[in-house]
């Protein structure tokens, strides 16, 4: 047997636990999203069984085990770690706070030992510390992963590796990691997938500004929404100077995704010869009661491209149901589809930089359908997340790393 030892420092509160929800490093979940990250570059199934076991009438261990050495741990309530007045950091611990979670806090230590089977073939291994370095790099762990939550970073790898990439960020970030990702990208010829762009301008007016040009675009006419805070469209202006802390960060990474989904209140859709807002295909499906009035064609809900489930609630129907949500059914069972962006905090030595991660996967399986209220919908492509990456580009907000 051959093993490793990272040595490894949470970023950003980290919320992973089991059934009782107290926070703890759990293997199972780590697995669960290196595995994630080995599939999602390209791995084959054989060797995604081989590496990570399977289950099942045949089931077998996989070749790579985890063990945590850990500390004692240090934990706090989600309140806590959130600062009233930073709404994008509220809105992306939204689902958090309702449940009332606690967490491992940022700068708890640990130590993960990866042992692996003598069974393993060197490209195999490689293959799969490929996507353990996505994992701690271009993705996050726990609850709220895919909003900035649970970030890790590598402190010091020890053991029997080779360091034909590098866990520790050093130096130019911007460069270490287009580099790391171009020698994964050789072990992972398919892994063409996925973008990855950096913030740049993190100055309080350039964020108003492309607030204000998004408003514009979206037809959205920003003095009559300013005398309504209660409009969906409605946008607090972003006012906050420190952006070097985790927080800060999240905070900015948060107002741009609540600000820019807020401004598709207005947001319209082309079905066969009619061009209408898309939320007003939910409203017709709701207060028909899961029927579908003056359309023979599927109805689309773009802005579903960013996650689901997705809540529609509507104070103008105040008869019968106004509330819907739009699923992913199999069989009649609802499931969920995470968004496709990841937004990441990533350490370089003392000095926090933020990212976000594009990863364009297939958003639904051909056998899952996209439903609200049991009416059938058209699947989403990714024309919105496009359209919201370019506009921060456009200002120079962000820029493309990958």
Do not use: H
């Amino acid at each position: 047997m051959k093993e490793i030892k990272l040595s490894c420092e949470v970023i950003t509160p980290l919320f992973m636990g089991g059934a009782n929800m107290e926070p703890e490093i759990r293997t199972q979940s780590i697995n669960g999203v290196v595995r994630w990250w080995f599939r999602t570059l390209g791995g084959s199934k054989e060797e995604e069984k081989k590496l990570f076991g399977w289950t099942g009438q045949e089931s077998k261990k996989g070749a790579v085990k985890f063990v945590v050495c850990k500390e004692p741990y240090n934990s706090r309530d989600i309140q806590s770690c959130l600062d009233s007045s930073k709404n994008g950091l509220n809105y992306l611990a939204f689902s958090l706070k309702r449940q009332n979670r606690r967490c491992l806090d940022v700068g708890y230590k640990f130590d993960l030992r990866i042992i692996f089977s003598t069974i393993l073939e060197e490209k195999e291994k490689k293959k799969f510390l490929g996507a353990l370095w996505c994992a701690f790099y271009l993705g996050n762990f726990g609850s709220r992963a895919r909003r900035g939550f649970g970030s890790i970073m590598v402190r010091e790898i020890s053991g029997d590796f080779d360091n034909f990439i590098s866990f520790d960020p050093k130096g130019d970030i911007k460069g270490w990691l287009k580099s790391n990702y171009e020698e994964i990208k050789r072990l992972f010829p398919k892994a063409n997938n996925i973008e990855v762009y950096s913030f740049e301008k993190r100055d309080a007016k350039t964020v108003q500004d492309w607030v204000s040009e998004i408003q514009l675009r979206k037809g959205i006419d920003k003095r009559k929404i300013q005398k309504d805070k209660g409009s969906k469209c409605f946008v607090d202006d972003f006012n906050q100077q420190d952006l070097g802390d985790w927080d800060g960060l999240l905070n900015l990474m948060g107002y741009t995704l609540m600000a820019y989904r807020k401004c598709l209140g207005k947001y319209e859709v082309q079905v066969g010869k009619y061009k209408v807002q898309d939320c007003y295909f939910a409203r017709n499906i709701i207060q028909s009661q899961g029927k579908l009035q003056n359309f023979t064609e599927k109805p689309i809900i773009q802005r579903a491209i960013f996650g689901l489930p997705l809540n529609f609630y509507f104070l103008s129907i105040r008869q019968g149901n106004n509330r819907g949500t739009v699923f992913p059914v199999k069989g009649g069972e609802k499931l969920r589809r995470a968004s496709p962006l990841i937004y990441k905090v990533i350490k370089n030595e003392e000095k926090l930089e933020g990212l976000i991660i594009f990863v364009m996967d297939k958003f639904l399986p051909d056998d899952v359908d996209l439903e609200l209220n049991g009416v059938k919908l058209q699947k989403p492509d990714y024309t919105l997340i496009k359209d919201y990456l370019q506009s921060l580009q456009d200002k120079k907000i962000i820029g493309r790393l990958i």
